[in-house]
């Protein structure tokens, strides 16, 4: 972890949308409000149970957003990508982190001080709504996560997954995953064996080709097909 000021609010094409309507003064006061930090690969970003006392916004690198189980189990949520914004669901119950955000590739991202934001937020409406329509993406997502694992098969939750992760967090295909099999694993809910079986199995039928950590989904729509039909 490293502390580097590098950036400059009003001249920033990696803010979050969340920030597109303000104004001067309140650019002018998230820039005094602010730090920068930077994560390496491994790094915990922010843990469960800790005081929520900055918002975060991510300007560079992959991190992954995990649920810790009182079991020992942990389930990936969702991964942060550049221009991504984080509160957390505790800012206006508990003011504490309900998720674990750790660095899955270099990381660089804005903490801004949350009384701070909040004050900012109060005055400027277009702010607050974009800041809700964030939140409503995040529990939409979080939705649909427990959908696929209550409804969906092993194989359906493992394309949904390769899909997810070409189209929407390294876009673009081939891909190089920067995630470990682990990751995968709690990913879709699944044991590492089954994955990596299933993994196997699509490369067989000639769905996939994995070429070290290069993914190349070669029949997109079958993937599809397994992916909804589960």
Do not use: W
């Amino acid at each position: 972890m490293g502390f580097d000021k590098t950036l400059v609010c009003s001249d920033c094409s990696l803010a979050s949308p969340v920030f597109c309507h303000l104004g001067p003064d309140e650019v002018a006061r998230i820039e005094n409000s602010r730090i920068e930090v930077t994560y390496n690969p491994g790094e915990t970003i922010i843990k469960n149970g800790t005081p929520n006392t900055h918002v975060i916004s991510f300007n560079q690198g992959l991190a992954k957003i995990t649920l810790e189980g009182k079991n020992g189990k942990h389930f990936i949520l969702d991964f942060v990508r550049p221009q991504s914004f984080f509160s957390g669901p505790g800012l206006f119950i508990d003011k504490k982190h309900h998720f674990t955000i750790s660095a899955v590739e270099p990381c660089k991202l804005c903490l801004i001080e949350m009384g701070t934001f909040l004050d900012i937020m109060k005055g400027n409406a277009k702010m607050a709504f974009d800041y809700m329509e964030n939140s409503n993406n995040f529990i939409l997502n979080l939705a649909n996560k427990m959908e696929s694992l209550l409804v969906k098969h092993h194989h359906g939750r493992v394309a949904e997954a390769l899909l997810y992760l070409s189209r929407k967090i390294y876009k673009s295909n081939p891909f190089d995953l920067s995630i470990s099999k682990r990751d995968l694993s709690e990913m879709t809910g699944l044991s590492q064996e089954s994955v990596s079986r299933i993994l196997h199995e699509f490369t067989n039928e000639s769905l996939i080709q994995v070429t070290g950590k290069t993914f190349h989904l070669l029949k997109e729509d079958l993937l599809e097909q397994i992916s909804r039909n589960g």
